[in-house]
């Protein structure tokens, strides 16, 4: 097929998906303030972030490794695995501020281990990605229970509280999600991302090119475990206990935002920045469903549709 | 003159395919060396272990009379060597200057990209080629969005960005026209002047004696004579290159235009990059279509094949009016495609040859039930009519030189026998001994009763085998040549639009 010209408003788009996200987001907020007329109030929206924060990290973590032209199954086991070694790490140390810290970290080193075993496996001994990961997320899912066999173990206070609390007049919540958007401004203004979506876009061509594309990949899937770790260690915050089986359903909910952030599931294009509002989107439907009184089972029916609707568009927009 | 780079005895072996049994070649300061040889001699091989994308299995490489190992594309980079890539080496996602820069972006202190330092040393490139690049040819422009040539520019600006002392161009005025291969020449001649050696590998003998100084011959795997270009000719070249020489098939005495209703007539079509095309192909017929590449004549091919619907205009089969909007439609008609660019249009990579073969059979019959050994016979055949060289039918298509490839997807059209033959540029890339075999087989189907329309960028072939040729030019019929006119300086003229 002759490529043919493409009309110019969509070509603009094409690299700017994440303005319909943002769009959708916008409109989805309108719908959602004029249910619920309490919303724009300080302890409403802290909340709201609150509940998404997980889920927009493990995203953003997700939209490295699709950027990559791979995915990640495991990060919701990641998160459990996280969040079991941080509460038993934490609890064996007696539970004082240098034990919250030192749980902290071994969740942090659990996050990037796990990313360096999933892209050891998949662009080192160049297994499949979905099928590598699926299974590395058992085995994540394993360990965990085989360290905290049943939920509890709760977390001092103080790791709670101050999660819930505000510095300098701002929740911890957003400074969370400030902090997150400052390393992913960042990592777009690095030569790895150009790199990432090489490999991603074509990965015969990046490697011609000299890029060490399983350097960049294994990268990819650190990043992906680093940013579960850190949803891990919010959604401790949250429920300030110990669960094996925390943030089954993350993986997918990533993945799902990842695409409603306009990335291509291929790999090659697509942003962090998008993957964020991907999943602002999934949450505020979630909200939208719940205060619109529609039973809360059609949230994860009308959520897979709209992601749906989303790869179509996606489609669409980059169809020549 | 000194000796940049000398190449010895080297081997290359895939499982038990010899792709380079003796490869040498001796590169000098500031020299165009071409390096020419049929397909599946091993010069995309020996270029490919010169640049670290593949290893070599035995025989030294020496820079400067120092003996180096390069172990991967960086290695091959830090010592000054470039390859410009045949199979295109670009990210369409990426933008034009992403490409370029591809993995050596400027970098402001902190190690951030710099943006800026990036459009103007990408707009810098750029302007060496802003004559010929054409409309939407910017930084900015996504690759995705370039066509077939302006891709080929850019591969040729990513090899410049890199300042190399050794630039292997292996086909890179493949997809260029005319005045962006002069322009071409130009920079390589630049590049010459500042002491840059280039290798060149092209299918085109003009090109060898329009700019190279000397002329390394492989074939089969070694290599088996050097020329000083000045003190040769062509004959002794291709002699060289074939062994035995087996020339372009000569045209056939002008026949008399059969009389036969016409099995195809095509009506003011159109679709996105033709318009208003007309034409009538009876059986036995071999219709050209010619000019420069890219006037519209894929287009139309694509058109009557489904793949780029007409939008306007009729298509009539044997008298009768048909719709063809899918391939679907036309391999039902009996109407085939060969694409010379099949990487993207055949390839089913990965897969078996039997599997690349069987797919334009099984669209066509639709079997219920697969019966390997039948067919397996039938491809068989197919593929010796092409003198194909492969291990098995079950061998992966992958295993196969570029040329070898090409002929297995002309054989996967051929095994269902089809009545109108659309070749689009199909011998892009194969050798001369297949060329030839290709061309007779044609010839010995029109005269069978098939109808073909031939897409060539090579006026020669196009010469040597139509019994017409309609010149495109813009994606319209320029003009049409029969019979005596059927000559060079005319269908140059033509495609140029007759007033040049």
């Known amino acids: 097929m002759t490529p043919a010209r493409t009309n110019p408003a969509m070509a603009a788009l094409r690299n700017r998906v994440w303005l319909v996200t943002l769009s959708a987001l916008i409109a989805l907020f309108v719908i959602n303030w004029i249910l619920q007329p309490n919303l724009v109030t300080p302890n409403v929206l802290k909340s709201n972030l609150t509940v998404f924060l997980p889920v927009v990290l493990v995203a953003i973590g997700q939209s490295y490794v699709i950027l990559g032209g791979d995915i ?6 990641i998160v459990a695995l996280v969040n079991v070694v941080t509460v038993s790490v934490i609890a064996a140390l007696g539970g004082g501020v240098p034990a919250i810290f030192a749980g902290i970290g071994a969740g942090i080193l659990t996050g990037v281990a796990c990313g360096l075993v999933n892209g050891l496996l998949i662009a080192g001994l160049r297994f499949q990605a979905i099928v590598t ?57 690095r030569p790895f991302i150009k790199h990432l979506s090489a490999v991603g876009g074509l990965r015969q061509a990046a490697f011609q090119s000299g890029l060490p594309v399983a350097r960049i990949r294994i990268l990819a899937y650190v990043l992906a475990g680093l940013f579960a770790a850190f949803a891990s260690l919010c959604l401790t915050g949250e429920t300030a206990s110990g669960d094996p089986l925390m943030g089954r359903l993350l993986a997918l909910s990533s993945i799902s935002a990842v695409v409603l952030g306009g990335a291509a599931l291929a790999g090659g294009s697509g942003s962090a920045f998008g993957a964020v509002l991907g999943a602002l989107v999934l949450g505020m439907i979630g909200n939208v469903i719940f205060f619109a009184r529609f039973p809360f089972e059609y949230q994860t029916l009308i959520q897979g549709l709209i992601t749906l609707l989303a790869l179509a568009g996606g489609v669409l927009v980059a169809r020549r | 003159m000194t000796l940049l780079l000398k190449a010895e005895s080297i081997t290359k072996r895939y499982g038990a395919v010899v792709a380079l049994s003796d490869g040498g070649l001796e590169l000098e300061q500031g020299e165009i060396h071409a390096l020419l040889g049929a397909n599946g001699c091993g010069k995309s091989t020996l270029c490919k272990i010169i640049a670290g994308t593949v290893a070599k299995n035995s025989g030294t490489l020496s820079i400067l009379g120092r003996a180096v190992e390069i172990g991967g594309p960086r290695e091959a980079e830090a010592l000054g060597v470039a390859l410009f890539y045949q199979e295109l080496s670009l990210v369409p996602q990426l933008s034009v200057a992403d490409n370029i820069f591809l993995g050596r972006e400027q970098r402001s202190g902190a190690g951030f990209l710099d943006a800026r330092a990036l459009r103007r ?30 891709r080929q520019i850019v591969e040729i600006l990513k090899v410049l960005a890199r300042k190399p002392r050794i630039i292997i161009f292996d086909e890179a005025t493949a997809a260029l026209d005319r005045n962006q291969v002069a322009l071409f020449f130009a920079i390589l001649r630049e590049l010459k002047a500042e002491g840059v050696s280039s290798i060149f590998i092209t299918h085109r003998m003009d090109e060898v004696f329009e700019i190279t100084d000397r002329i390394t011959v492989m074939r089969n795997g070694a290599t088996v004579a050097r020329f000083v270009t000045a003190e040769t000719d062509r004959q002794a070249v291709v002699h060289a290159m074939v062994g035995d020489v087996t020339a372009l098939a000569e045209r056939p005495a002008a026949r008399p235009r059969s009389d036969k209703p016409a099995r195809l007539v095509l009506e003011s079509v159109g679709n996105k990059r033709v318009q208003q095309v007309s034409l009538s192909l009876r059986p036995g017929e071999i219709v050209g279509l010619g000019g420069l590449q890219g006037q519209g004549q894929s287009s139309l091919l694509q058109g009557l094949f489904g793949a780029a619907p007409f939008t306007s205009g009729t298509i009539r089969l044997d008298g009768e ?17 060969v694409s010379g660019d099949r990487g993207r249009d055949a390839a089913f990579h990965g897969r078996s040859i039997f599997e690349n073969i069987a797919a334009a059979s099984f669209s066509k019959e639709r079997p219920a039930m697969v019966w390997p050994g039948r067919l397996r016979e039938r491809f068989t055949k197919a593929a010796a009519t092409l003198s194909t060289k492969y291990a098995g039918l079950s061998a992966p298509i ?4 570029g040329g070898n490839q090409q002929k297995i997807f002309i054989a996967r059209w051929l095994a269902t026998q ?83």
């Open chain 2, 321 to 337: 009016q048909v719709r063809i909007s899918r391939p679907s439609h036309a391999i039902g008609k009996g109407i085939a495609y």
């Open chain 1, 133 to 189: 990961t699926f299974a590395t997320g058992i085995i994540f899912g394993g360990l965990a229970l085989r360290i905290l066999p049943t939920a509890g173990l709760p977390v001092p206070a103080e790791y709670w509280r101050t999660y819930g609390g505000a510095v300098l007049g701002l929740p911890v919540v957003l400074w969370v999600l400030i902090l997150a958007l400052v390393i992913i401004a960042i990592i777009a203004r």
């Open chain 2, 398 to 401: 992958g295993s196969l030189s």
């Open chain 2, 418 to 500: 089809p009545s109108v033959l659309l070749l689009d540029d199909p011998t892009k890339g194969i050798d001369l001994g297949a060329k030839a075999d290709f061309f007779a087989l044609a010839r010995r189907l029109a005269d069978e009763g098939a109808a073909i329309l031939f897409y060539s960028s090579e006026d020669a072939e196009l010469l040597s085998l139509c019994d017409r040729i309609l010149v495109f030019n813009s994606g319209a019929v320029a003009g049409e040549l029969e019979g005596e006119a059927l000559t060079a300086y005319n269908l140059t003229n033509a495609a140029y639009g007759r007033a040049a």
């Open chain 1, 72 to 77: 990640d199954l495991s990060v919701g086991s």
């Open chain 2, 121 to 150: 040393d990408t707009e810098q490139l750029i302007a060496r080629f802003a004559e010929v690049a054409g409309a939407g040819f910017s930084a900015d422009a996504l690759v995705s969005d370039l066509s077939p040539d302006q």
